[in-house]
């Protein structure tokens, strides 16, 4: 055999294992990735129908105040009874010296400074000023109208492409306080990572197989579990849209991140709850490696989350 031939043979015998081995990590992937089926109905732990600051609370938060407002009251009237009876002793004393120059000299007596009669303001009385009812409603997410969605790049077979993933696998509970929003409370947010969905199968698989690794049933739900609501307005009404941003740990596999989601949410009416999240992470935060396959290239760091979520009120 020929040198030449010899390396049109090596050639050849390289190119069939790459090919073998690109062929077992596909094979790998289409099989491992499974159906992207749920394996339960979506749920989360709910909330009771209470409010955080009830307004029984506030109502002796004011009282307190207000007692605090008349305990200084008093100790400055205490502070300015003591300076009226200062300037008596020192007035007596003076009228007394001059009498007695008076005796001595025979001039005529000096009369007294008179001082007024000592005044002694009524600390005001402590009351507060009435507090709205309670109105704590329990809103719960509608999985068929609502919607988890996550953006990224890359370059797939050499065009840059936006990949959007999506799924209406989402529950949680959310409390709002109406007459004080500031004592609202939103419950544990649960995805199902194993029913989101884009454009194309094959990366289905790869992200249910090898990078949310949601085919496991250990990795099939993604948590967030908020620890902050900061910025709510101080009433809220129907039709009024109001932003907000909720703070929380959110778990991806077995790596927990804290993030923080910008909110727009509208009570559309007395039972129904309509809003948007978003937050942005990175794949390097929760160690979201992309498989190495033919055509694809270029994947982002940065990931954008969405949630658009519909929640209907409920009873507890």
Do not use: C, H, W
């Not at 009351?127 to 719960?140: C, I, N, Y």
């Not at 990949?163 to 929003?181: C, E, K, R």
């Not at 039709?239 to 949410?265: C, M, P, Y």
């Amino acid at each position: 055999m020929s040198s030449s031939n010899r390396l049109f043979t090596v050639i050849g015998i390289l190119a069939l294992l790459a090919i073998g081995a690109m062929a077992g990590v596909l094979g790998y992937i289409t099989f491992v990735g499974g159906s992207g089926e749920a394996s339960a109905p979506i749920s989360a732990p709910t909330l009771a129908l209470e409010t955080a600051t009830p307004a029984s609370s506030l109502l002796e938060t004011q009282v307190a105040e207000l007692q605090a407002d008349a305990d200084a009251s008093s100790t400055q009237v205490a502070e300015l009874s003591a300076q009226v009876e200062q300037l008596q002793s020192e007035n007596a004393t003076l009228v007394a010296g001059a009498s007695a120059a008076q005796a001595a000299t025979e001039v005529p007596a000096v009369e007294p400074t008179a001082v007024p009669p000592t005044a002694t303001p009524v600390p005001p009385t402590a009351t507060a000023e009435p507090v709205a009812a309670a109105d704590v409603r329990l809103f719960r997410i509608v999985s068929e109208e609502s919607e988890v969605s996550f953006t990224l790049t890359e370059d797939l077979r050499g065009v840059f492409t936006t990949v959007v993933g999506v799924t209406d696998q989402v529950a949680g509970d959310i409390l709002v306080d109406v007459n004080n929003p500031a004592g609202s409370r939103m419950g544990e947010l649960r995805i199902n990572a194993r029913t989101l969905t884009t454009d194309n199968e094959f990366r289905n698989r790869a992200i249910r197989s090898e990078i949310l690794q949601s085919s496991s049933d250990a990795y099939e739900f993604i948590s967030f579990t908020p620890t902050a609501l900061e910025g709510l307005p101080d009433s809220v009404s129907v039709g009024d849209a109001i932003t907000f941003t909720v703070t929380g740990d959110l778990k991806i596999r077995e790596i927990t991140q804290s993030v923080t989601f910008e909110v727009t949410a509208t009570l559309v009416s007395d039972d129904r709850l309509e809003g948007t999240a978003s937050a942005t992470v990175t794949r390097t935060q929760y160690d979201l490696q992309i498989p190495s396959v033919p055509g694809v290239a270029n994947v982002s760091d940065e990931v954008q989350l969405q949630l658009q979520f519909v929640a209907n009120r409920v009873e507890a």
